[in-house]
């Protein structure tokens, strides 16, 4: 009898042992898995954006080198694309059940989600931005990812520098695009921000080639390696 109380005082132990392990357990694995949820999101986000990858430095940790020689996709059929990819993202990370979360992991699914939402809420306003305007634009960004963000370290950094150079024609035609398919639905900026944005385009382009501080950044850091 007395060895019958033991072994239901042993069970009991062990039942509740079990219990108590059961619920860390559970967020433990709800845990893994909805960070790699996160961190899949963001890698799939910063992967096609190779211009992201160069101001994050990201190139080592996504084994993405050669985005270094690459321009992030300015073209409307790219960013709708993008837009349903985050749709998309919405779906499956409503799937998750939140009330199954730690408060970290909660706080983590509630910033994503509100974030997918408000791109969601942008996507019925596409083509209301304005993509080149007096504060700046694809003729701002390009100069400075080149002259602030491209390192060169390197030989093979400054033939991405070039590469990066070559493609500046397809991001301008993308953004031209763009602007024209903006156009074409009633959407411009002011024309004080049109003016203004000319007047600064104008002025970068001024330079002969040799004179041009694109090339003359390249070449003093060329003569530096």
Do not use: W
């Not at 992967?47 to 996709?73: C, F, G, V």
């Not at 950094?157 to 500046?168: I, P, S, T, W």
């Not at 156009?183 to 024309?191: D, N, S």
Request: glycine share 4%.
């Amino acid at each position: 009898m007395q060895a019958k109380n033991i072994l239901l005082v042993l069970i009991l132990v062990l039942s509740l042992f079990l219990q108590a392990c059961a619920t860390p357990a559970a967020h433990y694995n709800n845990s893994l898995i909805i960070n790699n949820f996160f961190e899949d999101y963001f890698r799939n986000s910063v992967i096609k954006n190779p211009e992201r990858i160069s101001y994050l430095t990201l190139q080592k940790k996504y084994n993405a080198e050669s985005a270094d020689a690459k321009l992030t996709d300015r073209s409307d059929t790219f960013g709708l694309q993008r837009l349903q990819e985050n749709n998309d993202t919405r779906t499956t990370l409503k799937r998750f059940d939140r009330t199954a979360l730690s408060a970290a992991d909660k706080l983590s699914y509630d910033v994503l989600l509100d974030n997918l939402q408000n791109l969601e809420n942008d996507e019925r306003f596409f083509y209301h931005g304005y993509d080149l305007n007096q504060m700046g634009g694809v003729h701002t960004e390009l100069p400075t990812l080149l002259l602030d963000l491209h390192q060169i370290n390197s030989l093979r950094d400054a033939e991405n520098y070039v590469a990066r150079l070559g493609q500046f024609k397809t991001a301008f035609t993308q953004t031209i695009d763009g602007l024209k398919q903006r156009q074409q639905r009633g959407i411009a900026p002011p024309r004080f921000a049109l003016e203004k944005a000319l007047t600064n385009i104008k002025k970068f382009i001024e330079p002969t080639q040799t004179q041009h501080v694109l090339f003359t950044n390249l070449q003093k850091k060329t003569d530096a390696l």
